[in-house]
């Protein structure tokens, strides 16, 4: 999504116009912030059990020096409408200082008041391919079949 996309789908929630149904819409809202420099709002979508843990500047630095690209949904376990709790696994891809990298995490929420607030994440690693995973007897590791 460009810019100008995020802004228009997600303008409202900034505003305070509309706010997430599920924890997944509020996970891809305060991706958009991320991506947009809605410092505020990544701020006021946060618990507010746990939001002085959270440095604006470090986030406002994270959120306004990365060049935002692109956002994918791994899983999600709850965070429906009439759900008290919620999990999203998600990636977001992102630019800083030439380097390309991704964040993986596990962002939990709940509903407080009837409204979604991110209550906090942790990291998850990146899924191992399927060559890294296969088995090789020992001594035969790096070595090449020889003719």
């Known amino acids: 999504m460009s810019e100008d996309d995020l802004r228009k789908t997600y303008g409202p929630f900034f505003k305070g116009e509309q706010h997430a149904s599920t924890a997944e ?24 059990e746990t939001r002085e843990e959270v440095e604006r500047d470090a986030v406002e630095e994270w959120s306004t020096r990365s060049e935002w690209l692109g956002f994918d949904i791994l899983n999600k376990v709850d965070g429906l409408k009439d759900d008290a709790t919620g999990t999203v696994d998600f990636v977001a891809r992102y630019r800083i200082g030439g380097l390309t990298t991704e964040h993986r995490e596990r962002a939990e929420f709940r509903k407080l008041d009837g409204k979604w607030v991110f209550v906090d994440g942790t990291d998850i690693p990146k ?11 020992k001594g035969k590791r790096g070595k090449k079949k020889r003719k």
């Open 25 to 48: 819409e509020l996970m891809r809202s305060r991706y958009a912030a991320f991506a947009l420099g809605e410092i505020d709002y990544i701020l006021d979508t946060h618990d507010p």
């Open 127 to 137: 899924e191992k391919k399927p060559l890294d995973l296969k088995w090789k007897p």
